[in-house]
Structure formats: structure tokens, C-alpha cells
């Protein structure tokens, strides 16, 4: 009975990481990386980033590019959700962070660090308000490296999301010569 009962949390506790497997936190520092399959080249992975409005503060070296986002929503309605059913702090604001683009023939792994929350809302005496929180503020247990439980279930709507925005293919140009 004890080997089962050891065998079924092992399970549930490879569960619940396969969840958040692309985010990382050390030092209190939330990390969110993913490696990317491409057929495109590095200059048009850095001309896409540089041309498409979403991206600034581009850095380029020989094989990576640092670069800063802001304005995105998180896409919860894509992900198969509706504002009711999603947290006011993913459905109510826009994220913002930095980037770092390193890329290999074939792939291209971003990550992304700094992860912040910015919320408007109308304050009646002063009109509109934004408020900025870094995305480690909800969610990891006070003074640890522990994401808390709800960033379990949170977790995927960020990764669907994030994982879209750096879906460079989609941004390219399409052909149109017919």
C-alpha cells in the first residue's frame, strides 16, 4: 500500500510541474523559456521582430537579440476561456517584459524574464490610473522560489499566450503573387 500510495504522488507531482514546464523561477525571478522549430533565416527572425510594432529596444549581436514587449494581452479567449472564468489579473491588463532571442539553424529559444503587469483603471479624482506589479508579486509563495497554487492553473493561459506572441512565422509576409 505505502509503494502505492509513493507511486500515485509521484504521478500528481509530474503532473502538476508538466503544467508549468516552461516557467522557471531563481532568486525570486520568474523565467519563461521555450525553444521554437524555424525555417527562417536569423535576419528574418530579426527583421520580423524589428517590423512587426510589438517589439523595441532591439539589440542585435551575431546570433541573438535582446529585445522589450509591451501592450500584450493575454489571449484567453484563444486559449478556450471567457473573461468570467479567467482571472481579472490575466483577463483585466497587459504584460509587459524583456526578451532575449538566441537562435540556432532550425530553432530559436526566447526567453523572457521581468514579466510585468500593468492595469489601467479610471480613479474618479484623478482620472485614469495604471498600476504595475512584476508578475512574481501573486504568484510564488512569500519569501520562496514556489510558484503558489493558483499560478498551477494560471500557468497555461500565460504559456499559450506567450508561446503565440513569439510565433514568428505567423508574422511574416505572406505571398501574394498569383
Known sequence: MKKLFIFIALILTGFAFAQI?????????ITWQK???TELKFQELASTLENNGL?????????SIRFKFK???IDYKGFGKTLMST???IAGGQYAGNGILDYKDGKYRVTVNNITYIYTSLDLSFGMSQSKFLLE???LKKGTDEFNKRFYT???????SFSNLFKFE??????DDW
Open 21 to 29: 514546464e516552461n516557467f522557471s523561477v531563481a532568486n525570486r525571478q
Open 35 to 37: 525553444i521554437f522549430s
Open 55 to 63: 517589439f523595441y529596444e532591439i539589440i542585435k549581436d551575431d546570433n
Open 71 to 73: 501592450d500584450h494581452k
Open 87 to 89: 482571472p481579472n489579473y
Open 137 to 139: 508579486d501573486g504568484t
Open 154 to 160: 494560471d500557468a497555461p493561459l500565460f504559456d499559450y
Open 170 to 175: 505567423k508574422y511574416k509576409p505572406k505571398n
